[in-house]
């Protein structure tokens, strides 16, 4: 199996390994132009969001991109747990609501009571909600990939937060607006972040924080997570970023205006032929570390690309390296 992957590091100076399937390939410097024109869809349109919809809820069978070792059961391995929490209508009045999301606690969290924990806020897309990540039970993979690079002394568990990015009343209707996705910076900084400090082991400054997520997820990690929300997290994913993420030019721009906020890692991943995000994503991420001195190509930053469309086979090999650059060892 091993033979099928290729590597590469660097990440701050760790000997840090991330997975490239044989059709997959690192940007380097040379092999764009600034100038380039990128071609972004128009997201608004109802048949975008339904061709993006029913890419992101297909059935994947097998994730050739994950070493088949990171995709078995671990004995005694963490647990997951279904939670809820007050918040608000965000999108709407601002009455009171109770959300719900599903929470990864590593093997050692409830044997090592006093061991604070790295904390990843893990984003859906348009089509899912707080499962779609499928972290319900023990067969997750989410699940079964963070066991195992804990149990191989690989990373440092972490919990992972799989939260709903709907902040509205509507948040359990799939079809609800989808401008509701917009206003979850809020929920995130009042509500789903003081909850998951305030209940479980964390660390509670921006380092021990990170967001990441597929397709709107990833739009998330760039918009709010970037854009609105450096002062509380310090590590970003974004896996197939959806058509309204923001430019490169205005995500340098925050990153720049806020150095006394630094990115600790930004990894970014996206199929070659996922015609909803493939321009989007280039358009929002690959320039930025000409745009800002903040992203070093190569030391905190990264760009991924691999042959494939809009679909888990992308999103899930994104987790698996992002698991290991954000509880990566020193």
Known sequence: MKKNFRYF?????????????ASCRQIKKGDYSMNEKLNVKDSSSEKSIQEAIAQETKKIDRFDSIP?????KVENGGTIEHISYPTKDYYGDQAEITKFANVYL??????????KYKVLYLMHGIGGDEKEWGMTNDSSLIKMIMD??????????????????????????????????????????NDLIPYIDAHYSTITDRKGRGMAGLSMGGMQTINIGICQSL????????????????GASTVAAHINENPQYPIDYFYNI????????YNSHLNAARTLPRLTPGLVDGQNYCWQECHG????????????????IFGGKN
């Open 106 to 115: 590593p093997a050692e969290y409830k044997k090592n009571p006093s061991k």
């Open 148 to 189: 195992n690079l804990a149990a191989k002394n690989e990373i440092e568990g972490f919990i992972v937060v799989a939260a709903n990015g709907r902040s509205g009343k509507d948040f359990a209707n799939r079809n609800a607006d989808y401008n509701s996705f917009y206003e979850f910076g809020k929920e995130l900084r």
């Open 309 to 324: 469309g809009h679909d888990f086979k992308i999103w899930n090999l994104g987790f698996y390296n992002f698991a290991k």
């Open 231 to 246: 002062d509380l997290i310090s590590s970003f994913g974004a896996f197939s970023a959806a058509p309204t993420s923001y």
């Open 68 to 72: 088949l070792e990171y995709q078995t």
């Open 9 to 21: 590091t660097g990440l701050l100076g760790l000997s840090m390994l991330l997975t490239l399937s």
């Open 270 to 277: 996206c199929g070659t032929e996922d015609s909803i995000a």
